[in-house]
């Protein structure tokens, strides 16, 4: 654990940054007239200013939030069944270091994302920098109705080798309250959610939502931060397409669960079969609300085709009616 505070420390995104300058501004110099490195640039500044702000609001959330409900959601977690102590007990230490770098390069990996999404064929990159905004604008403020920080920092040295006995209780806590949704893999999740068609580049987007997940229940997070995520993740994809009655139903379950976890904990875990059912039905009415999306997205792909066609073959018969008089 020591080799990862070090790591956490001495990581630096300023280098990565520079870097990303300097490629884009190589690009902009041998390809002059290419509209991708403006947009890039843009991109980037406005991800950089946001967290400058994000950052702001987080200490004062910290502020506003001195008590915390860790216990509360390390209670959920470990009627779940699989807990993120139960989790983090299955990495080994060769991995810890790769599942830093995966955690800290979510910055660096949305704008990878948005170049990647702006040059493919069935990419949509507007919609994906509006998903992007409504993750991380709707996220920290829902922060606040179940203010946590993690059971790395709640629980210190028992994470993730003991086995806390604590009751559903506030515990003062100090740093941000950004557990619960997890936004690390709500954006993972919209990185998956915008990928496309193709093949590659959704392999490319699962590979990253597992390291995240693998990563934030590691370091920072509880399950079911990750699994109201995904109804999360799935409203801001389906509000950025405008499709907002989807979008409300998955919103709603986000804070069905929040407001159950702050005001009815107790009973949500005195009946862990029931939880379970909830947690799995969460999964899955999401899921089902992307596939239909997906649906809907490619009966629009045919729709311009099944209407071509008839007009084309009806042009074609006036063409021979109007030649030698015989229908065709």
């Known amino acids: 654990m020591i080799i990862i505070s070090s790591l956490a420390e001495n990581a630096s995104t300023g280098i990565i940054g520079v870097l990303c300058v300097l490629g884009i501004c190589i690009w902009m110099l041998f390809r002059p007239h290419a509209p991708e490195p403006p947009r890039l640039l843009l991109v980037m500044l406005a991800l950089v200013t946001f967290e400058q702000f994000a950052n702001a609001y987080m200490d004062w959330a910290s502020r506003f939030t001195p008590l915390k409900f860790d216990y509360f959601l390390y209670l ?9 102590f139960s989790a983090a007990r299955l990495l080994s230490e060769w991995q810890l270091p790769l599942l830093v770098i995966v955690y800290q390069s979510l910055i660096w990996v949305m704008l990878s994302w948005y170049w990647v999404i702006l040059k493919s064929r069935d990419g949509r990159p507007s919609r994906l920098l509006i998903a992007y905004l ?3 604008v709707a996220g920290p403020g829902l922060y606040l109705l179940v203010p946590g920080r993690g059971p790395r920092h709640a629980f210190g040295a028992a994470f993730p080798m ?11 806590l100090n740093g941000w309250p950004n557990a619960i949704p997890s ?9 998956l959610l915008f990928a496309g068609e193709s ?3 959704r392999g490319i987007a699962w590979a990253y939502l597992a390291g995240t997940v693998c990563a934030t229940l590691a370091f920072e997070h509880y399950l079911i931060d990750l699994i109201v995520a995904v109804p999360f993740a799935c409203f801001a994809a389906l ?3 405008g499709k907002f009655r989807k979008a409300l139903g998955n919103f709603g ?17 005195a009946y862990p079969i029931v939880l379970r059912t909830f947690a799995i039905a969460t999964v899955a009415f999401a899921g089902f609300s992307m596939a239909s999306r997906q649906l809907s997205r490619r009966g629009e792909r045919l729709q311009p085709l099944s ?3 008839p007009c084309t073959v009806a042009a074609g018969a006036d063409l021979a009616d109007a030649g030698d008089g015989r229908p065709l």
């Open 76 to 84: 959920v977690d470990k009627n779940l069944g699989v807990s993120a």
């Open 134 to 136: 409504i993750n991380f």
């Open 162 to 172: 003991g086995s806390p006995d604590v009751s559903p209780v506030l515990v003062q």
């Open 183 to 191: 936004l690390h893999v709500s954006t993972a999740l919209l990185f």
């Open 199 to 201: 093949r590659v580049r």
């Open 239 to 241: 509000a950025a397409e």
């Open 253 to 269: 379950l986000v804070l069905a669960w929040l407001l159950a976890i702050r005001f009815a904990t107790p009973a949500l875990v």
């Open 307 to 309: 209407t071509v066609l």
